[in-house]
């Protein structure tokens, strides 16, 4: 491994950078906080991650259940043994936990996937029609939309014209659905949600929010502000190894046949004799109804383990996060938040 070291002249608190008062406690336990980087000519400093809005390090507490958990790392969903079931269960009591954490319905699911791409993506195969999206969204939120011909609304130079602008869409002919970006990775702009979600029923479709940037930043709660679906990534919140969750209606994914085929997709025939290739698992029934059959699981359990310490821990998150403003990794205003 190759160790870039730093010039002095760029490291906070020298040529004029703010430093840190001497004393003052972290907003969050963190591994990898006490990580020093090697000076030039010699020396070193404590690391300052400018990255967090790209991923996040984990929490100390959730190192903790990985140290915990490890041990009985097992199948989920298929298998009988001990380990098997204890992972299965845990598995499947996480989806209360992520449920709460974004204030779901009793009524709605929740479909632990690999990250907020992918949870868009299965929400994308279940969209029974158009959805409308605007020019500058993340790219989890764009690229399915695109790839499945969705009609693009370009940001205006201010919310209220860009508004305008989405509302003219959603009249002009039906759509099934409007998917919008809960805070923007560039300026870090947080949207209306409640209104858009208003806008987006008043001509008959849903709403789905990307919430990678969102999550970590401001509270979530699908009932109070009728958001029909929200989508997040673990590595935005401080859980590490990749886990995302789809949140929502139940009705659309649980239309959905066939998302993906494989060992992490439902378990199909063994392949039949003389042929080299098994036929694709998804044209096997699977004997668990939605969202089982839709989620992530083999490699996953911990993960989605790691990923519910992190909606447990997220308070004191929140305030951390709120008391800079930002939800985005590019230039954008920092303001203190309000809530």
Same mark, same amino acid.
């Given at each position: ?13 020298? +040529? ?40 996040? !390090? ?9 140290? +915990? ?47 907020? @791409?992918?949870?868009?993506?299965? %929400? ?19 690229? $399915? ?23 003219? +869409?959603?009249?002009?002919? $039906?759509?099934? %659905? ?14 209306? %949600? ?74 199909? !025939?063994?392949? !039949? $004799? ?16 939605? $969202? ?15 990923? @519910? ?21 590019? !230039? ?8």
């Amino acid at each position: 491994m190759t160790v870039i070291a730093v010039p002095q002249d760029r490291i906070p608190g020298q +040529e004029g950078w703010p430093a840190s008062e001497p004393g003052t406690p972290p907003l969050a336990d963190l591994i990898g906080a006490d990580l020093k980087v090697p000076l030039v000519p010699t020396g070193t400093a404590r690391y300052v991650n400018l990255d967090y809005a790209a991923s996040t !390090p984990a929490l100390r507490v959730v190192a903790a259940q990985i140290a +915990e958990l490890l041990p009985l790392y097992s199948s989920v969903h298929r298998g009988a043994g001990y380990a098997s079931m204890v992972c299965t269960t845990a598995y499947e009591a996480a989806r209360a936990d992520i449920a709460a954490f974004a204030g779901a319905r009793d009524d709605d699911v929740v479909v632990i996937t690999r990250n907020t @791409t992918d949870a868009l993506n299965l %929400l994308a195969n279940a969209v029974p029609g158009p959805a409308v999206h605007l020019d500058i969204e993340h790219h989890a939120n764009l690229l $399915p939309w695109q790839a499945r011909h969705g009609r693009v609304v370009s940001a205006r130079g201010g919310l209220g014209e860009t508004m305008a602008a989405l509302d003219a +869409e959603l009249a002009s002919r $039906p759509a099934a %659905l409007l998917a919008i970006t809960g805070a923007s990775n560039v300026t870090g702009e947080c949207l209306p %949600l409640r209104a858009l979600a208003e806008m987006a029923h008043r001509h008959g479709a849903r709403i789905a929010v990307d919430g990678a940037q969102l999550a970590p930043h401001r509270r979530v709660d699908l009932a109070a502000t009728d958001i029909d679906y929200f989508a997040f990534s673990g590595h935005k919140i401080y859980a590490p190894f990749g886990a995302g969750a789809l949140i929502g209606r139940r009705d659309w994914p649980a239309a959905v046949r066939c998302v993906r085929s494989g060992c992490a997709a439902p378990t199909g !025939p063994r392949r !039949p $004799p003389g042929t080299r290739l098994a036929p694709p698992t998804c044209l096997v029934p699977w004997r668990w109804p939605p $969202p089982a059959a839709m989620s992530a699981r083999c490699p996953s359990a911990w993960r989605r383990h790691m990923k @519910t310490r992190c909606c447990d821990a997220s308070p004191r998150g929140w305030q951390a996060s709120a008391a800079y403003g930002y939800c985005g990794s590019g !230039p954008a205003r920092l303001t203190r938040s309000a809530w």
